[in-house]
């Protein structure tokens, strides 16, 4: 089967992941409450007795919410940086001490045939970080919450045969919605969110011959339409001379409220 993933849920609603390869399985995030986790894990035909491991990329309330309660179920061991478990402390609670895994920034680990790879990113939270996950020669990149995509992010997500990528709102959404201005700010700066334009920069420069699905993830409810995200990916791509052919590479819709398919990367 080699490497495969399911997104359970993309957005400021809750997030959270599946990856899984012919020998491991585990979870990226906890947003959902443990419940609807496992509820959505049951859609996807597993449970939480077959995960082998959480990660966390950072300690917002949309990555953890339900951690606490869905790891002490399932006696799951949970793996952040130093820093995200100091700042999830009092939110997630009590993680037995055996479970209680640390997994320094910019560090790579393997479960049997799964090699995990943390690495740095520039959002608002302790110390935030993204994934790349490889196994039987694929490699799938999680690329969320981030206000800019830095030369050093770039080359860890370089040769992905698979992304997830932010593509949070679209800018003058954003600039003429409700929200307040400081939180504007927040989001538009370089520790807040991809916008659909950024989105289309970063994927200039990563369009290469193994990249062939992009999914689309994190999007704002109140500031953006998958429609919108991809057609403006789309335009800056082609703006920039990139005129892919649809069975060469594609851009994938994620949700707030059920799971993607399985994809598959052989």
């Not at 690329?143 to 370089?158: E, F, H, I, N, P």
Request: proline share 3%; charged share 25%.
């Amino acid at each position: 089967m080699g490497l495969r993933f399911t997104v359970l849920g993309s957005g400021s609603t809750g997030n959270a992941t599946v990856v899984s390869s012919d020998a491991a399985t585990v979870l990226i995030d906890v947003g959902l409450s443990g419940k609807k986790i496992d509820e959505l894990l049951k859609e996807r035909e597993i449970s939480g007795e077959d995960l082998d491991a959480i990660f966390v990329t950072h300690e917002h309330s949309d990555h953890i919410k339900g951690l606490g309660a869905f790891a002490r179920k399932h006696r799951l061991p949970v793996y952040a940086n130093e820093r995200t478990w100091g700042a999830m402390a009092r939110i997630v609670g009590d993680i037995p001490e055996p479970n209680r895994k640390v997994l320094p920034t910019d560090s790579v680990m393997e479960i049997a045939d799964l090699r995990i790879e943390s690495y740095g990113i520039s959002h608002d939270a302790v110390e935030p970080v993204g994934y790349c996950f490889q196994a039987d020669g694929a490699k799938l990149s999680l690329a969320t919450d981030l206000g800019y995509v830095s030369d050093k992010v770039m080359k860890q997500l370089q040769n992905s045969d698979v992304m997830v990528l932010e593509s949070n709102h679209d800018v003058d959404m954003l600039r003429m919605g409700r929200y307040p201005w400081n939180i504007k700010r927040r989001i538009l700066g370089d520790t807040g969110h991809l916008s659909n334009e950024a989105a289309g920069d970063a994927l200039c420069r990563l369009l290469t011959g193994s990249l062939r699905r992009v999914y689309l993830a994190h999007l704002s409810q109140e500031h953006n339409l998958m429609d919108l995200a991809k057609l403006t990916v789309n335009t800056v791509l082609e703006s920039n001379g990139f005129f892919y052919h649809k069975h060469e590479f594609a851009l994938c819709d994620t949700y707030h409220d059920r799971p993607t398919p399985w994809d598959i990367i052989k």
